[in-house]
């Protein structure tokens, strides 16, 4: 079974180390903004140091602030071409907009859904960014309205 984790790429980047390092996902999709995708490599090189090594594919949002039909379009995009086995998505980092997109690709696929929290002072967080935080599985919903 191959499973695919789709997690957006902020500025403060441990939430995607922690989210590939507590779901050890066979690929990784990321969805950032331009600025933030320059931190990808330390989340790489991180991970290498823990022996996780997957492919990570980068999509960046030109407008990662304000940039919501972008992100739904991609999102729409990536949920036609990724028909993995198992779709997982981290709800946690980057932009509202980034993490729209990637809300919205759980809604198209079905995925399960998950958040990394990181319950340490941001200080601590900012100055050791790669601490492996607490994943939260979130739970389906059912979507049907009653009458």
Do not use: W
Request: proline content about 4%; charged content about 20%; overall charge negative.
């Amino acid at each position: 079974m191959v499973k695919t984790l789709f997690a957006p790429l902020g500025l403060s980047y441990g939430s995607l180390f922690s989210a590939v390092a507590l779901t050890q996902p066979d690929r990784v999709i990321v969805v950032s903004s331009r600025q933030a995708s320059q931190n990808l490599t330390l989340v790489v090189e991180a991970l290498a140091a823990i022996d996780c090594h997957c492919p990570i594919e980068l999509h960046t949002l030109s407008d990662p602030f304000t940039g919501f039909l972008e992100g739904r379009q991609l999102a729409k995009k990536l949920a036609q071409k990724e028909a993995t086995e198992h779709n997982i998505v981290c709800l946690t980092g980057g932009t509202t907009a980034l993490q729209d997109a990637i809300k919205t690709i759980a809604i198209f696929t079905r995925a399960d859904e998950m958040a990394v929290i990181d319950r340490r002072q941001i200080e601590e967080q900012r100055a050791n960014p790669f601490i492996v935080g607490e994943m939260v599985k979130i739970p389906k919903l059912d979507l049907a309205l009653e009458r």
